[in-house]
């Protein structure tokens, strides 16, 4: 047999035990069997280059090449789902659909929902061309080269029978035994665990080494087929055809016609999902026939044909061991209570949030008492009461230090704040690193070739101690041996690109206390310069509106201290933009002053976020909620239904883009 025939073949093979392997859980061969044919090919496929295929076995394992990620925009839009914690709420969904189909008779399909990242795969002519993150819904991260490494994701169908071209949806998942063996070995190597599978699974695909994500062995489930050619129009037959394409499809799934057979299916699972090796966080209930789906369609924000029912909070007792306090980047102390370990909703937990002292004092909470424990939403663990028929006699209540445990400044707690703070933001360590850790976010001065890990070890090194020491860096700094020499180019090039980042993002970037994106966008444009910015007086600050008077004490504050201005001065040497630049003051106009905007809808001409800064370059407010105060709403398309009818109850009114950006 010629050497390109037997790559043929041994791809056929391979994509097949896979797909037994991964897929079925039914292997026919053994692991050294499997890793002998994909030795094999791996050599032929080195022997012979012009045989390449990007959707080769062999391409499973990943390259350790950075890829930058593109934006693609979704063929049809990702929306989520409407959520329900109760039975009334499922209900009432029935009855909408009742009253949508005019009587008509429906089915309804109940599957598992699985908590991970939603991806949309498409395929053409059988192969994996592209897979594509949610993102915002309308377009999403191209994150192909990481999919493929997904063994149980196709890379080529062995079904037959399918579309020319169609897509397919679900949910890329970490399994909680390589959840919790990777944050084994993270805890070892004292790096920050992941809190939860889905962000490891999330932070895994982002990654920028296919290889890496091809280490952590991650899992997905299939459910939604979409397509000019489907096979029916049942939407649970589909998923059963695709099943025989070669896709995971969940066993959980049933179709059902009345409410009682959703409540059974709901309360099985309650209790069944804790023996599923992946985490699920409630049941998705869709209309069947993807006819009635269309007929039901969509909201601004999510189908009118399906409904997310969202399982209650697990629920476990574990006994308090001690409270220890951890200092954030705004020097604002946070209690955590450390427990004896206990399995909840699929993972050990043994530590949680406090909140604040006030918090602690609700709670009476006293070390050596037994806690009960929930996740909110399934992810996050907080103490929701205490055990009092547990206490010891001798336990003694929890108290809440007065001293910072870094640095051992005094704490203080600012008027109308439930946080105590550390003072001393110029050398408290965390404070200082997370201060370079949110200088360098995207949203302020946007270098991205910088992350936590990287900073914290420039920090323990010496070579950043404050953000200004970031443009002091040189390449042959942190090129350690020779070999880091493209990866130290690259964080180089990003600083010195954020000389470039506009002034309102720089006084956003440093950090000062209550000072956030939009009061940072206040700030710079009302004073122009940092010189006006530094000399503000009090009243200066707080006549502009939108600045109260914590804000204004804390910039005032930050300003006189020598630190920060020396800090300052180096900033200005390395050339960053401490002033709006005349073609950004020439955009400004005050057109929209006095009045109130609400966004609502989807556009096509402009991002909503780049509407809200239209609005405010112009003078405008942007607020969330319709209230009598509105001025009006700029309407896109599928204006939320709720928005539109207190619109018009209130007499708001609607301006859709064209006209909005005419008024401009």
């Not at 395929?123 to 897979?131: E, M, P, S, T, W």
């Not at 896709?247 to 009682?260: A, P």
């Amino acid at each position: 047999m010629k050497e390109t025939q037997r790559i043929l073949q041994l791809r056929q093979l391979l994509h097949e035990h896979n797909y037994k392997y991964y897929v079925l859980n039914q292997p026919d061969i053994s692991d050294q069997e499997f890793d002998e044919l994909m030795h094999e090919l791996q050599a032929l496929e080195s022997q012979h280059p012009e045989m390449y295929d990007a959707n080769s076995p062999s391409q499973r394992v990943g390259s350790d090449l950075n890829q930058e990620f593109k934006q693609v925009r979704h063929k049809y839009p990702m929306l989520s789902l409407a959520n329900t914690y109760n039975e009334q709420d499922v209900a009432n969904f029935y009855e909408s659909v009742e009253r949508g189909l005019k009587g008509e008779n429906f089915d309804i399909c109940c599957e598992m929902k699985y908590d991970g990242l939603s991806i949309s795969l498409t395929y053409i002519d059988g192969k994996l061309v592209r897979a594509v993150t949610r993102g915002d819904g309308m377009q999403g991260d191209d994150v192909t080269a990481n999919v493929k490494t997904i063994k149980t994701i196709p890379l080529v169908l062995p079904g037959s029978g399918y579309p020319h071209e169609f897509e397919i949806r679900g949910e890329i998942l970490m399994p909680w035994k390589v959840f919790e063996r990777l944050n084994a070995e993270r805890e070892a190597a004292e790096e920050p665990l992941f809190a939860n599978p889905r962000n490891a699974a999330s932070g895994t695909l982002k990654s920028q080494s296919s290889a890496l994500v091809a280490s952590r062995n991650l899992d997905a489930y299939l459910y939604y087929l979409l397509g000019d050619n489907l096979p029916t129009d049942s939407h649970y037959e589909n998923l059963q055809i695709a099943r025989q394409w070669g896709f995971k499809i969940s066993q959980g799934m049933k179709k059902v016609k009345t409410l009682q057979d959703i409540y059974k299916f709901i309360n099985y699972w309650d209790q069944e999902r804790k023996n599923l090796p992946v985490a699920t966080d409630g049941i998705v209930l869709k209309v069947d026939s993807l006819r009635q789906q269309q007929s039901l369609g969509y909201t601004a924000k999510s189908p009118r044909w399906a409904i997310a029912y969202k399982f209650k909070a697990e629920r476990a007792c574990t006994k308090l061991k001690e409270v220890t306090f951890q200092v954030g980047r705004t020097g604002a102390v946070t209690p955590v209570a450390n427990m004896e370990p206990v399995q909840l909703a699929g993972t050990t937990v043994k530590r949680a949030t406090l909140n604040n002292e006030d918090f602690i004092k609700g709670l009476d909470l006293h070390i050596g008492d037994y806690v009960y424990i929930e996740k909110g939403g399934e992810i996050i663990p907080k103490i929701v009461g205490v055990d009092l028929s547990k206490r010891p006699l001798i336990a003694q209540p929890v108290q809440f230090i007065r001293n910072c445990p870094e640095c051992g400044t005094r704490l203080v707690r600012y008027e109308g704040e439930a946080a105590w703070y550390c003072p001393n933001d110029a050398g408290c360590p965390p404070q200082i690193k997370g201060r370079i850790e949110h200088f360098i976010s995207r949203r302020a001065m946007n270098i991205d070739s910088l992350g936590p890990e990287t900073i914290d070890y420039y920090y323990q090194h010496h070579l950043v101690c404050n953000i200004a020491d970031l443009y002091d860096i040189e390449v042959q700094q942190i090129n350690g041996d020779g070999s880091k020499q493209k990866s130290a180019l690259k964080i180089i090039n990003a600083i010195a690109a954020s000389k470039e980042v506009p002034f309102e993002r720089v006084v956003f970037a440093l950090g000062i206390r209550f000072v956030g994106e939009t009061s940072a966008r206040l700030l710079a444009r009302h004073f122009k310069t940092i010189e006006a910015l530094e000399n503000a007086t009090l009243q200066q600050l707080t006549d502009i509106d939108g600045i109260g008077e914590a804000i204004a004490k804390s910039v005032i504050s930050y300003f006189a201290n020598p630190v920060n201005q020396s800090i300052i001065e180096r900033l200005k040497e390395h050339g960053l933009q401490m002033s709006i630049n005349e073609s950004q003051a020439q955009e400004s106009t005050d057109k929209l002053a006095g009045k109130i905007i609400v966004i609502s809808g989807v556009f096509t001409q402009h991002s909503r976020d780049e509407y809200k800064h239209i609005i405010e370059q112009n003078g405008g407010k942007n607020a969330s909620n319709i209230s009598s105060k509105t001025s009006f709403i700029l309407a896109g398309d599928n204006m939320g239904p709720a928005k539109l009818k207190k619109a018009e109850q209130l007499n708001i009114p609607i301006i859709d883009e064209e006209s909005f950006l005419k008024m401009l």
